[in-house]
């Protein structure tokens, strides 16, 4: 632009902005009222926003320990010579730690905080032809013990039985921790 332009251009947004401001009066009677009405509403709408950020967060977090459980589920559901009945399994161990870090050593940092491989049960079941019930499946001869001849499960179960606390944090609200519990239930595959 040259310099005649450029004033131009100038002086007429100066007069848009002049004849603007001159509609509205600087002193209006409900600017004070707006004011207090936002400053009013304001914390409602930050506690409205904190808890639902707080609600996506304990979803999210529900909905990854629910793929942990899964994934455990299905791999242990499709290994070979795995022992439910004995808890200290090398192979079921390593799946527990495979789910919760990625690696079969632990050795990754987890998925989740704070959950660790003492708190997941996997518990197996069979289906009972008297009752028309899925029962436990007891760990002997007669039950699902292969260690002892037994037949192999026909479902696995995973859960975390006393629950994975959480803590919502909204503020200005008191609030308490609170145990999520999920639990996977898959056929079993494996022998």
């Given at each position: 632009m040259?310099?005649?332009q450029?004033?131009?251009?100038?002086?007429?947004?100066?007069d848009?902005?002049?004849?603007?401001?001159?509609?509205?009066?600087?002193?209006?009677?409900?600017?004070?009222?707006?004011?207090?009405?936002t400053?009013?509403?304001?914390?409602?709408?930050?506690?409205?926003?904190?808890?639902?950020?707080?609600?996506?967060?304990?979803?999210?977090?529900?909905?990854?320990?629910?793929?942990?459980?899964?994934?455990?589920?299905?791999?242990?559901?499709?290994?070979?010579?795995?022992?439910?009945?004995?808890?200290?399994?090398?192979?079921l161990?390593?799946?527990?730690n495979?789910?919760?870090?990625?690696?079969?050593?632990?050795s990754?940092?987890?998925?989740?905080?704070n959950?660790?491989v003492?708190?997941?049960?996997?518990?197996?079941?069979r289906?009972?032809?008297?009752?028309g019930?899925?029962?436990?499946?007891?760990?002997?001869?007669?039950?699902?013990?292969?260690?002892?001849?037994g037949?192999?499960?026909e479902?696995?179960?995973?859960?975390?039985?006393?629950?994975?606390?959480?803590?919502?944090?909204?503020?200005?609200?008191?609030?308490?921790e609170?145990?999520?519990?999920p639990?996977?239930?898959?056929?079993f595959?494996?022998?």
């Amino acid at each position: 632009m040259r310099g005649g332009q450029q004033n131009a251009w100038w002086h007429s947004l100066q007069d848009v902005l002049r004849h603007s401001l001159k509609a509205v009066p600087l002193r209006s009677p409900r600017r004070g009222s707006t004011i207090l009405e936002t400053v009013m509403f304001l914390p409602m709408l930050i506690v409205l926003l904190f808890g639902m950020v707080e609600i996506a967060r304990v979803t999210y977090t529900y909905y990854t320990l629910q793929k942990i459980l899964y994934t455990l589920a299905r791999h242990v559901g499709t290994e070979q010579a795995v022992n439910f009945c004995d808890g200290s399994d090398a192979v079921l161990a390593a799946a527990k730690n495979f789910a919760l870090t990625g690696s079969s050593d632990g050795s990754a940092d987890p998925l989740v905080p704070n959950l660790t491989v003492d708190q997941i049960e996997v518990r197996i079941e069979r289906y009972n032809r008297d009752t028309g019930e899925i029962a436990v499946c007891d760990c002997s001869i007669t039950g699902c013990d292969a260690a002892q001849g037994g037949t192999s499960p026909e479902y696995l179960v995973v859960s975390i039985p006393d629950g994975y606390r959480i803590l919502p944090v909204i503020p200005y609200m008191a609030l308490e921790e609170f145990p999520l519990r999920p639990r996977i239930r898959v056929p079993f595959g494996g022998t």
